[in-house]
């Protein structure tokens, strides 16, 4: 899937450069030139959204509660989506900012990991969210030719952020379910111990 999101990036690029030029009329290097910027900017603003989401205190993110929590109805349209044949195939980078990958579970019996797991994948989905509306900030770096280059830039950034977002939240509901078994046995065993 990796490959698709550097063809959807330096595809994107080619071709916005190419519309710039021939119906924009701008110069060929011009148009690269603004384009690969724009892209670079949005890699630069998601990367700092990223690190403003990661400031907020670990304690206070709450999967069980409110924003974070999956309704019935939400899980049923990412069934309907096939998200469980693709989730696998978005490129994950929680282990270079976070140093912890959420590409597998490695310990369902563990709550404090299963935990730190769900916080991680809230900040991933506050992040990603948080990087659609940043993303238009490259409207900045070419006030005259938002048009031919920050606009297709900001919309295809927006369009990558919104897979990661639907992952995040398809995946911990299971998380969730995981940590409560755990607690339900974990109880049932203090019960048999005092028994």
């Known amino acids: ?88 195939r978005i490129p994950e980078m929680g282990g270079l900012l976070a140093h912890f990958s959420k590409k597998q579970v490695a310990d369902r019996h563990d709550n404090a990991y299963l935990l730190k797991f769900m916080r991680e994948t809230c900040y991933a989905e506050v992040m990603h969210i948080w990087s659609v509306p940043a993303g238009f900030l490259i409207f900045l770096l070419f006030p005259h030719h938002i048009l031919w280059f920050g606009l297709p830039v900001a919309l295809v950034n927006a369009a990558l952020q919104i897979p990661p977002v639907l992952t995040q939240r398809y ?17 049932r065993r203090d019960e048999e111990k005092s028994e």
């Open 1 to 88: 899937m990796l490959r698709y999101y550097l063809i959807a990036i330096f595809g994107g690029i080619a071709l916005f450069s190419l519309l710039a030029v021939l119906a924009g009329g701008i110069v060929w290097w011009y148009a690269v030139l603004g384009v690969f910027a724009s892209a670079a900017a949005a890699f630069g603003i998601d990367a700092l959204v990223a690190l403003c989401v990661r400031r907020y205190p670990e304690q206070k993110i709450d999967p069980f509660r409110g924003w974070f929590r999956a309704r019935r109805w939400e899980r049923k349209c990412y069934v309907r989506l096939g998200i469980r044949h693709w989730k696998d």
């Open 171 to 187: 995946v911990r509901p299971f998380l969730v379910s995981a940590y409560r078994r755990n607690e339900q046995l974990e109880k």
